[in-house]
């Protein structure tokens, strides 16, 4: 057991001891010295004990060029080591064209005629460069040059994990944004024209982004740098379709803003992406001789203008939010992070004279483009609530059509019906009169049974009239209270016949406009129907009360009642409930009811009793008397 802990301690210290020796290890300063002339190719090394050199620390970054130069070298000084296979790291050099040197050994170099000025540098060494030094030669156009970052020397197995993901997560990040742009924008074929731009100008901004994080990556100028002028290319035209894609976008869903400020400063983006794109188009055919210019007016004057686009949007979406617009609010946050972190990092950009990378704008345009696609969402969604209300409305108001039309139909052959057969029926009546009044016995009888039958064929026709001609030919100013007395005085033997009792529970001063004897036959016919359905110890409650404009009726009985399939057709045509019912009570009373601009509602279930609510217009009351005809 104490020779296995020995070996134990022994192996894993020796290997901890080991690993310590072998760790990367920061070179902490080097020397720079200022190049010669715009014709420097950097062919030919400096002298290292010449004068001219001077110390730069880690912490002191890139230095700023001195006017009139544009190349410099670095020399830096490697101190022993005892790698396997070594490796220098340099995270971050400035410059477009490098040349490294180990002594006078040339292991790097590279040439960029486009506007990318960040390295990325892996320099694999032998063990004979131990002690040595190392000359970097850097030339630009801009004003930064030099080493940002920390130098590392170790071992090449471990500086290569660093040095392959730097910049990685961006070509990821922008590679999604590419994608969901590109579902996003075959999605928006299938919306209504409505969200159609607003689709397809949200895939844009998407695409755009997706583009910048792409190619703006150091990943692609270490690895692809024979892709860099074409990533270049791509970076420029992703940000000029990003920026009126933008401001198109919030003016479809929020609106052209006032005095069309919003719509106005997208026209003036669009043209201005155009000039930029014709600018592009000339320095890349000139073959770059206009690149500084093109510089200029597709960095420094875009970097301007973005930030007026971010405080215009910003205010835009503060006024909107205020309002208590719930899309306004979703867009601040999203919308108010990029443009806040933007605005910062493009501010600081300016500060530092360029001699920044703008980093987190990446993510917090994220979150931005998540807010989008959250108020798209929501606006999907109320589509679809909106279009499942529009259904309901549309099924109700083709079941009122088609109510409409068969009644249309009933009242066109009710009229013809009634009027040709009441006066046959008539005559026929007079006759069976007169025999009735000299006949006796059986036959008395029997012409008795004839006249009370035709009587309720009179008045079944007198119930087709009504329901094919409900208007008034005499309208009144009718009290509720008087009427519902005399319906009560009417059927109150019939409900005791029955076993039941009525309550009536009236306002006095409720007046509505319509003709009395249609009203009481409207209501004489709910009662009746509340009447035959009642059972043992049956009662029929009746209440009336106003509430402001408007006269509510309640007429509830305990009887039997009716389940959901016969409530929903009750005033159809022949359509009752009652084994000898015709239908025509209901129809003419909904007729009678709609003639006086009100409406009936009824809720019933089995067992439990119905209860009918009738709604009418409140009248003035009159002077003097409790009808007044007009």
Excluded at 267 to 296: D, H, P, W
Aim: negative net charge; aromatic residues 12%; contains cysteine.
């Amino acid at each position: 057991m104490t020779a296995v802990l020995i070996l134990f301690f022994m192996t894993y210290g020796y290997s901890a001891s080991a690993e310590s020796y072998n760790a990367p290890r920061a070179i902490g300063s080097w020397e720079v010295k200022w190049g010669g002339t715009s014709a420097d190719t950097g062919d030919n090394l400096p002298a290292a004990h010449s004068d001219g050199w001077f110390r730069v620390d880690t912490d002191d970054g890139t230095t700023k060029l001195p006017g009139g130069v544009s190349s410099a070298w670095i020399q830096v000084r490697l101190p022993e080591y005892n790698y396997a296979a070594p490796a220098l790291y340099i995270k971050t050099l400035y410059a477009l064209n490098v040349k490294v040197y180990v002594d006078d050994r040339l292991i790097f170099a590279e040439d960029r005629s486009y506007i990318k000025d960040h390295y990325s540098l892996l320099l694999p060494l032998t063990q004979e460069d131990s002690g040595h030094t190392l000359y970097i030669w850097t030339k630009t156009l801009q004003d930064r040059i030099g080493i940002e970052d920390e130098v590392l020397l170790g071992e090449h197995s471990d500086l290569i994990k660093d040095y392959v993901k730097r910049g990685l997560i961006d070509i990821l990040l922008g590679s999604s944004f590419l994608f969901v742009a590109l579902v996003l924008f075959v999605c928006a074929f299938y919306l209504n024209k409505e969200y159609f731009p607003i689709a397809v100008s949200l895939s844009i901004v998407i695409a755009s982004t997706g583009v910048m994080a792409v190619t703006y990556s150091p990943y692609i100028y270490t690895f692809y740098s024979y892709l860099g002028e074409l990533s270049i290319v791509f970076f420029d035209v992703g940000l000029l379709s990003l920026l009126p894609a933008l401001t198109y976008l919030f003016e479809q869903i929020f609106g052209p803003g006032k005095y069309n400020i919003i719509r106005n400063f997208r026209k003036f983006q669009m043209a201005y992406s155009i000039f930029c794109t014709v600018c592009l188009l000339i320095n890349l055919l000139s073959g770059n001789r206009f690149v500084e210019f093109y510089y200029f007016v597709s960095t420094t004057v875009i970097g301007i203008l973005l930030i007026l686009q971010f405080i215009l949007l910003i205010a835009c979406v503060i006024i909107y939010s205020l309002k208590g617009n719930k899309d306004a609010i979703i867009f601040a946050v999203g919308f108010g992070t990029a443009a806040l972190t933007g605005v910062a990092e493009l501010i600081w950009y300016y500060v530092q004279g360029g001699n920044y990378d703008l980093i987190y704008w990446k993510w917090a345009l994220v979150v931005f483009i998540l807010s989008l696609i959250v108020i798209l969402g929501r606006r999907l969604a109320q589509n679809h609530l909106q279009v499942v209300k529009y259904s309901r409305e549309l099924e109700l108001f083709n079941n009122e059509l088609q109510r409409s039309e068969k009644m249309e139909i009933i009242s066109e052959l009710a009229a013809s019906v009634a009027h040709e057969v009441r006066n046959p029926l008539q005559v026929t009546r007079g006759f069976l009169q007169l025999l009735s009044e000299q006949a006796s016995g059986d036959e008395q009888r029997y012409l008795s049974m004839a006249l009370s039958e035709l009587d309720r064929a009179a008045s079944i026709i007198t119930d087709f009239l009504t329901f094919a001609k409900p208007e008034f030919e005499q309208i009144s100013v009718l009290n509720v209270h008087d009427e519902f007395k005399h319906i009560e005085s009417i059927l109150l033997p019939l409900c005791h016949l029955s076993g039941g009792k009525m309550l009536l529970e009236l306002e006095d001063q409720l007046w509505v406009k319509g003709n009395s004897s249609k009203f009481k036959q409207a209501f004489i016919n709910m009662i009746k129907n509340s009447i035959e359905s009642l059972g043992e110890e049956g009662v029929i409650h009746m209440r009336a009360y106003g509430k402001g404009d408007k006269v509510y009726i309640h007429i509830k009985d305990n009887g039997e009642g009716m389940d959901g399939d016969v409530l929903s057709r009750l005033g159809e045509p022949y359509f009752s409930n009652k084994t000898k019912g015709t239908g025509l009570g209901l129809m003419v009373t909904f007729r009678i009811i709609e003639a006086m601009h009100g409406e009936v509602r009824f809720s019933s279930s089995k067992g439990a009793g119905t209860e009918s609510v009738t709604v009418l217009p409140l009248a003035e009351a009159p002077n003097s008397s409790s009808s007044f005809r007009s």
